[in-house]
């Protein structure tokens, strides 16, 4: 029996390591607002993450880097209030953990204060091994980020697959031990080999989740626009579409205008 079949209470970084031990699968999917974050909370999601592709989903923009703290805040408080049951974690943004330690360790400290999130994610390897270590001493847990981190989007120029060479495949192991040992709970490893990401899996204690990274991760993750249909034209391989939002809503906003405009909304009944 798995996890959530017996225990309901809320989850914890502390749970991840756990179901990695049973060998029970974790599903996290991201959120933005109160509203959407208590629908996928309620249906029983290990975790929600607060992903700087705020910046892409809600703010529009092309890519990650634009959105801010304060933004990211904003999100993160709307969604901690909805959530009975996940673990939720805030992605750091780019610029509020690269200058320093003591930097990433007041913005995680700040993160954690002001919306009231379970844990933070940070993008990187061995660079960003010591303000991950500041970090988890200063009592907040953290999640990594290997692969394709988007973070760095102008670095690798371009959003293709990560590690496939052997040099890379090897700093990718390397960075995964040294999170390891900074004292993450779990890693993100993402748009990698599935060979490679099974061989992290099996190397560090942290639990490893998923996207782009077949299928022996300990978990998957995606964007709940992205997995419910809410966007269009992104179709990446290791993308599957669960649901149909965007057309289900598309059908409702037209029938609202047609009963608007044929007078039967509100009808008598909706009046007061």
Do not use: W
């Not at 029996?1 to 599903?27: P, R, S, V």
């Not at 973070?151 to 040099?167: C, D, M, N, P, V």
């Not at 906003?253 to 047609?258: D, K, Q």
Request: proline residues 3%; negative net charge; charged residues 25%.
């Amino acid at each position: 029996m798995g996890y959530l079949t017996t225990d309901k209470k809320k989850i914890t970084a502390n749970t991840f390591l756990k179901m990695k031990h049973a060998g029970e699968k974790i599903a996290q999917m991201t959120a933005y607002d109160f509203t959407t974050a208590r629908i996928i909370d309620s249906a029983g999601i290990d975790s929600i993450l607060i992903g700087d592709s705020a910046s892409n989903v809600v703010c529009g923009n092309d890519d990650t880097l634009p959105i801010t703290m304060d933004e990211m805040i904003y999100h993160a408080k709307a969604v901690a209030r909805a959530c009975e049951h996940a673990l939720v974690v805030c992605d750091m943004p780019f610029g509020s953990y690269q200058v320093s330690r003591e930097e990433g360790v007041r913005n995680a400290i700040r993160i954690v204060k002001e919306s009231g999130v379970d844990a933070v994610k940070l993008e990187g390897g061995e660079e960003i091994a010591d303000t991950i270590r500041g970090i988890v001493q200063a009592g907040v847990p953290v999640v990594g980020h290997l692969g394709l981190t988007p973070q760095s989007i102008h670095k690798f120029g371009g959003y293709g697959l990560r590690a496939g060479e052997e040099a890379e495949a090897r700093k990718l192991m390397a960075d995964a031990k040294a999170l390891d040992a900074a004292g993450t709970f779990c890693i993100v490893l993402e748009k990698v080999p599935a060979k490679l990401a099974a061989e992290v899996t099996r190397t560090v204690k942290a639990a490893t989740i998923g996207i782009g990274a077949g299928n022996a991760t300990d978990g998957q993750v995606l964007v709940s626009a992205d997995a419910l249909g809410m966007t269009r034209g992104f179709k990446p391989k290791f993308l599957r579409r669960f649901a149909d939002v965007a057309q289900c809503m598309t059908e409702g906003v037209e029938a609202y205008i047609r009963c608007v405009r044929e007078s039967s909304f509100p009808a008598e009944e909706e009046s007061y």
